[in-house]
T-cell receptor, first 110, second 112 residues
Framework: NAGVTQTPKFRVLKTGQSMTLLCAQDMNHEYMYWYRQDPGMGLRLIHYSVGEGTTAKGEVPDGYNVSRLKKQNFLLGLESAAPSQTSVYFC?????????FGPGTRLTVL | GENVEQHPSTLSVQEGDSAVIKCTYSDSASNYFPWYKQELGKRPQLIIDIRSNVGEKKDQRIAVTLNKTAKHFSLHITETQPEDSAVYFCAASPGSARQLTFGSGTQLTVLP
């Protein structure tokens, strides 16, 4: 089992460009989450999903969109990247209460 | 929404000493409190968790205590070792969707 995987691992964007981050899990978990991690601020929830076809806003959803078309995948989109979106993005999934995290994507927006 | 505060932000201890990290939460509906360890450049990993119907939980050198009345919970690491050096995050979960609200983290350094 690969657990939770994320692609890409690193990305550099210019302001205004768009991109999609992919999260995949092979544990058949219902719940999936996207967080961003900034220095000194812990992890903040962007969006989450409680099952295939569902999404909901977290603490910091502005500037991001998500989709969960398949149970095993959770996509995070940036339509028009801004320097304030420079961060490390973590995806997580859960079945019961424990959340399992992916390895992260380091995104830099110039 | 839930607000979790974590202290201290940095903590240095001598190898073999104990370390204590404290968190407070705001939402009385929170019922699940995990602690995650994150090594440099790695993903967060769960080290211990506690539910609101339990006051204390231990796992070898690690223990967590919960005071629901005061809305605070703490992580205790005994006999610290250099490999305990990492950033530790507390979190609280009030929702049926099981989303977590994290504290801002504590950088623990264990000095040999």
């Amino acid at each position: 089992n690969a657990g939770v995987t994320q692609t890409p691992k690193f990305r550099v964007l210019k302001t205004g460009q768009s991109m999609t981050l992919l999260c995949a899990q092979d544990m058949n978990h219902e719940y999936m989450y996207w967080y961003r991690q900034d220095p000194g601020m812990g992890l903040r929830l962007i969006h989450y999903s409680v099952g295939e076809g569902t999404t909901a806003k977290g603490e910091v959803p502005d500037g991001y969109n998500v989709s969960r078309l398949k149970k095993q995948n959770f996509l995070l989109g940036l339509e028009s990247a801004a320097p304030s979106q420079t961060s490390v993005y973590f995806c997580a999934s859960s079945h019961l209460r424990e959340q399992f995290f992916g390895p992260g994507t380091r995104l830099t927006v110039l | 929404g839930e607000n979790v505060e974590q202290h201290p932000s940095t903590l240095s201890v001598q190898e073999g000493d104990s370390a204590v990290i404290k968190c407070t939460y705001s939402d009385s509906a929170s019922n699940y409190f995990p602690w995650y360890k994150q090594e440099l450049g790695k993903r967060p990993q769960l080290i211990i968790d506690i539910r609101s119907n339990v006051g204390e939980k231990k796992d070898q050198r690690i223990a967590v205590t919960l005071n629901k009345t005061a809305k605070h919970f703490s992580l205790h690491i005994t006999e610290t070792q250099p490999e305990d050096s990492a950033v530790y995050f507390c979190a609280a979960s009030p929702g049926s969707a099981r989303q977590l609200t994290f504290g801002s983290g504590t950088q623990l350094t264990v000095l040999p």
